[in-house]
């Protein structure tokens, strides 16, 4: 299905080579489209979308709406996606709220069945979101970042890298690189061991997290003096976790925990 003759695509659109365009498929004006992509049935491209290649919309999938939010002015601003990503069924992402400013979506995601991303996110490469989960405005999700079914993240807060957050989770502030957080309310519930190995880091790597749980989470530490402490380790990790609590932490982060097993802090 090159281009199916029900789809309505403005003559101000620039769409590339290669793409697949399904029955009433609508790209507004002010999309610039890249090549090789796919939009099934009744996909909605709205204006000032900026998509990359090879990425594959759903039917219904909604890409570019405007900021659900009170006081909107009706700006030109944008959602800006990657390559390689993946947009399930009923998938909604929303532009910016500021003029000239983006809604960023990295390569490689997968946004689930009826996912939805707010204004002014940012999600890192890799990132995979859930059916149901809500991600509200100006948030950032680092790269390879984990959200299931039917999360909920608070505006302004942050998820780090490979960070996993468990089902039906209610996140109000910062989630931690690298660890899981699961319940309601929201606990750290150990490390996220899978998915690191998967990402191809080494034991060590793995073992230098099981200390950080230890200063950041199992101690009377200030967050200051955990930080100082962190550095100490010096492992791609723990310098990147240190990084996270350095920067933009006014919401605070999850810090209640569940007590690991032996097996999960033994040297």
């Given amino acids: 299905m090159p281009l199916h003759p029900t789809a309505l695509i403005s003559p101000d659109a620039q769409v590339g080579t290669g793409n697949q365009i399904g029955p009433g498929v609508v790209i507004e004006d002010d999309v610039v489209i890249g090549n090789g992509n796919r939009f099934e049935p009744f996909v909605v491209i709205k204006r000032g979308s900026r998509i990359g290649d090879h990425n594959v919309f759903h039917d219904h999938a909604v890409i570019g709406g405007s900021p659900q939010i009170t006081n909107f002015q009706d700006v030109k601003s944008h959602v800006r996606i990657g390559n390689g990503g993946v947009f399930r069924e009923y998938v909604t992402v929303h532009r910016a709220s500021r003029e000239n400013e983006s809604t960023e979506i990295g390569d490689g995601v997968l ?66 690189p690298y660890f899981i957080t699961d319940g309601t309310p929201a606990r750290v519930r150990g490390i996220n061991r899978v998915g690191l190995e998967r990402a191809g880091h080494t034991a060590e790597e793995i073992l230098s997290l099981k200390e950080a749980y230890r200063i950041l989470l199992g101690s009377r530490l200030s967050l200051k003096q955990a930080i100082v402490e962190l550095r100490t380790i010096k492992t791609f990790c723990t310098d990147h976790l240190a990084d996270f609590l350095s920067s933009g932490c006014k919401r605070g982060f999850h810090r209640k925990v569940e007590n690991l097993p032996e097996s999960e802090l033994a040297d």
């Fill in 111 to 176: 946004i689930m069945v009826c996912g939805h991303v707010a204004h002014d996110c940012r999600l890192g490469d890799a990132v995979i979101i859930a059916n149901n989960a809500a991600i509200a405005g100006e948030v950032e999700i680092e790269s390879k970042a984990f959200i299931s079914y039917g999360v909920g993240v608070h505006q302004f807060t942050r998820v780090g890298s490979l960070a996993m957050i468990g089902a039906i989770t209610k996140i109000t502030q910062n989630v931690l």
